[in-house]
């Protein structure tokens, strides 16, 4: 009898090891929880960026007024007989002598 109860303790402490250390444990299921939601979350943000630059290609392809406003925005293109004026903040540009 005592020993089936030292080998059924030896089994039992055996499983306790594998649920909280070994491969498969408490722990790891916790780590790998934790990675997959911030992959999840990664993934949400990629999919948001995606489906901005989708629409924003749809946009390039679609009409001439993005390229326009693209142009103007970061080129700094002005169309024909325009006239350009740039305004400077004069207290702005006294701060950065300063």
Same mark, same amino acid.
């Given at each position: +009898?005592? #020993?089936?109860?030292? &080998?059924?303790?030896? &089994? @039992? &402490?055996? =499983? *306790?090891?594998?649920?909280?250390?070994?491969?498969?444990?408490?722990?790891?299921?916790?780590? @790998?929880?934790?990675?997959?939601?911030?992959?999840?979350?990664?993934?949400?943000? @990629?999919?948001?960026?995606?489906?901005?630059? %989708? %629409?924003?290609?749809?946009?390039?392809? *679609?009409?001439?007024? %993005?390229?326009?406003? /693209? %142009? /103007?925005?970061? +080129?700094? &293109?002005?169309?024909? !007989?325009?006239? #350009?004026? *740039? =305004?400077? !903040?004069?207290?702005? =540009?006294?701060?950065? /002598?300063?």
């Amino acid at each position: +009898m005592k #020993f089936i109860t030292v &080998m059924l303790f030896t &089994m @039992l &402490m055996l =499983l *306790q090891y594998r649920l909280w250390i070994g491969n498969g444990s408490l722990t790891e299921v916790h780590h @790998l929880q934790q990675e997959k939601q911030s992959i999840l979350e990664e993934n949400d943000s @990629l999919k948001e960026r995606n489906d901005s630059l %989708a %629409a924003e290609v749809l946009d390039l392809k *679609q009409g001439l007024d %993005a390229i326009e406003e /693209r %142009a /103007r925005s970061e +080129m700094g &293109m002005i169309k024909k !007989d325009e006239t #350009f004026y *740039q =305004l400077v !903040d004069t207290q702005y =540009l006294s701060k950065q /002598r300063n």
